[in-house]
């Protein structure tokens, strides 16, 4: 025994049509709004990335540092405007007039002496500058790149969220092309005469 959907009457499993109002039980589940949206549902089920989940959970922190003194505020800037200096050419080549002005010594000095001039006083003044311009150079090249991911993902998190908007928005309008196509069947069924009604006339 079933019951019908439209005046919820007892009917018999097989019948097609219902004894009390007469209505279509043929196709009336097919077309049940609900059961139209759960199918419509289940086609696709967005899984957002665990990233998201844990970042709505925890929030950002801020960084926290505590709050330095007169004298641990100097060391820092003193320390940064040193960093800045040693780490340029000009500085580079001043080191280099540096130590050219004791090659003269190092040279009579013979070999061995010349070898400890290149390695000691050379290499360590000169190329410490060189190599701090090399690393503030890639470290500039590295900001920038970071710089362009970021935008890039920012881009590409815009365009996910038009994609997003646009089938969402699609979704809409076929549920209600759907509901209203729900709505038609429904209102045909119930127009439709029960077989064995027809020609047939009060006495």
Known sequence: M???????????ADARFCAACGANLAEPRAHDPHRVQHAISSIFAHIPHPHIRRRKEIAPQPLKTGTPGPIARFNTFLGLKITEGVGTMWCAYAFAALALVSLPEAIHGG??????WIAQTFIQLVLLSIIMVGQ???GEATDKR?????NDAEAVLHEALQIQAHLAAQDAFLQRLVNELCERNAAAAAAKTPPGTSGMHPA
């Open 111 to 116: 070999t061995a002496t010349l070898i400890q």
């Open 136 to 138: 503030k150079i890639a």
């Open 2 to 12: 079933t019951a019908c959907p439209k005046c919820h009457a007892t009917t018999a």
């Open 146 to 150: 970071a710089i362009d991911t970021y």
